[in-house]
């Protein structure tokens, strides 16, 4: 199994409820809690698994707004788990989920100079480091219903821009939008091979915002016979 | 990258400590300027020993969870700050066998072999300690074997300025110890040049569409999503104005090359005495940690694409 999730930019509409949802689950899941600094304070700051930015592609009038959300990609090739020098840090052989023993991490910051996707986090609090556990303690349980039983994040998702599910099975869900959206994974050129994996944005007829006819001295004396009867 | 004062002086001390061991025992394998006395090559030999435990010691305050700091040996076979601790480790014993052979007058065999595999540590592990960063394919500045390099460079080139200080405080003929700190101090000047040059072009390094897909067009960044500072901008977020790392670059070369070269010079024409040498050994190890917070601040995690840079 290779458990993963699929964020669809096109759908994603920045709200920020994967973040809260995530948040708010695993502050007291088995990676928790997640701390804050100062959450009311003037420097609000904290622990998070999942953080979303907001980007801009091309100029007026092509601009488009991407919303991007960003958590673990539980890749293929992780250098956070390799360069590890505790063990803290592994990747799961049955799902490859990659999480942190909280009881051997040393809080050395070195898997997160090695994650190029910002995916880990160091928690003051506790001196160890924290990351996206894939909800580990929610997909395997069996105490919730069949359907409940995927990352917090996608089941709270209001626009349905999230997928979870297993991207070695060719014909699960992800797979197959992956397949026909043209999915694909970041930075492919740091050969991670993440996981998770991105949908990009339809493209949309160019709205063309010029229409007016250019007018000639008819109309120019036209509007100027407009502009005097409005007086 | 956010400069961390303790790895600062951890790698710059245990740096000189292992240079200064491993040129020790060239010192006395060839009874470079009549040789050391036994009491003063333990002297030495305790006092590089110092300088990588005080090292050490200083790389554990930016754990942020130390007890655990033990676990780090164990993962030899994948990590190199793992295989670093390890070698280190096995440095110490090897290095007081060579110490307690010298005191206790043993064999020569057992002098020059035990010598011989602490000085080969010596050098495994400083490499070790440039491999940390040199294997990190997240930050372009690092990810070059001049890093290596130039670790094990500087490392010896302080050292080597240590060794002729004690070589001017024991009264030896200091003529060799010029002539090899010379040698390793100009390396040490031409590999950092090298780096400097070879870092300056931006190479095939992660761009802002790759690191979010978006490849069609200009990408930019609107909002990081977060109202303060993270984790993430306090690690990765550090910036510094390429006119101050010119600046400082200049500064790296003056102070840690180009006065203990000078100081050479002084030694060799007898003026200035012990105090040249001081100089020349303090303003190498000033000058490598100054490159050493250099090569820090100058570092572009790929992770700033996340937070508006265009290219890393």
């Known amino acids: 199994m290779r458990l993963g999730l699929v964020i669809d930019l096109d759908v994603c509409v920045g709200c920020h409820a994967c973040a809260i949802a995530c948040k708010e689950w695993n502050a007291s899941g088995t990676i928790g809690p997640l701390s804050d600094y100062q959450p009311y304070g003037a420097e609000p700051s904290g622990v998070w698994f999942n953080r979303i930015r907001h980007f801009e592609m091309d100029e007026y009038p092509n601009n488009k707004t991407i919303n991007f959300p960003m958590s673990c990609n539980h890749c293929e090739d992780a250098d956070c788990v390799t360069v590890c020098p505790t063990g803290a840090s592994y990747k799961r052989a049955e799902d490859g989920i990659v999480l942190v023993d909280q009881d051997k991490c040393m809080g050395c910051n070195y898997c997160s100079w090695a994650c190029p996707y910002g995916a880990r986090e160091l928690d003051r609090s506790s001196g160890t480091m924290k990351k996206c556990t894939l909800c580990v303690d929610r997909i395997y349980d069996q105490n919730l219903p069949v359907e409940e039983r995927q990352p917090s994040c996608v089941l709270t998702c209001p626009a349905h821009a999230r997928m979870f599910g297993d991207f070695d099975d060719p014909d699960s869900a992800v797979s197959r939008v992956v397949r026909e959206r043209g999915g694909y994974g970041l930075m492919p050129e740091l050969n991670y091979n993440p996981t998770n994996q991105y949908l990009p944005p339809r493209r949309k007829p160019v709205i063309e915002i010029d229409t007016q006819p250019k007018g000639g001295l008819k109309e120019s004396i036209k509007q100027f016979a407009n502009r005097l009867v409005r007086r | ?312």
């Not at chain 2, 670093?84 to 096995?90: N, P, Y």
């Not at chain 2, 043993?106 to 050098?123: H, M, Q």
């Not at chain 2, 302080?158 to 700190?181: F, K, N, Q």
């Open chain 2, 1 to 312: 990258m956010h400069p961390a004062f303790s790895v600062i002086f951890f790698t710059v001390a245990s740096g000189a400590g292992f240079g200064l061991f491993s040129l020790l025992f060239i010192a006395d394998t060839f009874k470079l300027g009549g040789g050391f006395s036994q009491d003063q090559l333990v002297a030495g030999g305790l006092m590089a020993m110092g300088l990588v435990v005080f090292g050490l010691l200083s790389s554990t305050f930016h754990l942020a969870n130390p007890k655990n700091a033990w676990r780090a040996f164990s993962r030899f076979r994948t990590s190199w700050l793992s295989r670093e601790g390890v070698f280190a480790m096995v440095f110490m014993p090897l290095a007081l066998i060579y110490l307690a052979s010298i005191m206790f007058d043993a064999p020569g065999w057992l002098r020059e072999t035990s010598g011989f595999l602490t000085a080969v540590l010596a050098w495994i592990t400083v490499f070790s300690t440039g491999m940390i960063y040199a294997c990190l394919k997240t930050i372009r500045q690092w990810n070059t074997p001049l890093v290596p390099a130039n670790y094990l460079a500087l490392g010896y080139a302080s050292g080597s300025l240590l060794l002729l200080l004690g070589a001017v405080i024991a009264g030896l003929d200091t003529t060799p110890y010029i002539a090899m700190s010379a040698l390793i101090v100009s390396i040490a000047a031409v590999l950092k040049a090298i780096y400097y040059f070879w870092i300056r072009s931006p190479g095939l390094s992660p761009t802002i569409n790759t690191a979010t897909g978006l490849t069609r067009a200009g990408v930019k960044l609107l909002d990081t999503g977060h109202t303060h500072g993270t984790f993430l901008t306090q690690e990765f977020g550090f910036k510094l104005a390429r006119k101050k790392a010119g600046l400082l670059k200049l500064l790296v070369f003056v102070i840690g090359f180009g006065v203990p070269g000078l100081m050479l010079v002084w030694v060799f024409n007898q003026q200035g005495g012990q105090l040249a040498a001081v100089v020349a050994a303090v303003a190498g190890l000033a000058g490598a940690a100054m490159e050493r917070w250099l090569f820090f601040a100058e570092a572009r995690h790929v992770v700033n694409l996340y937070h508006g840079a265009q290219r890393c």
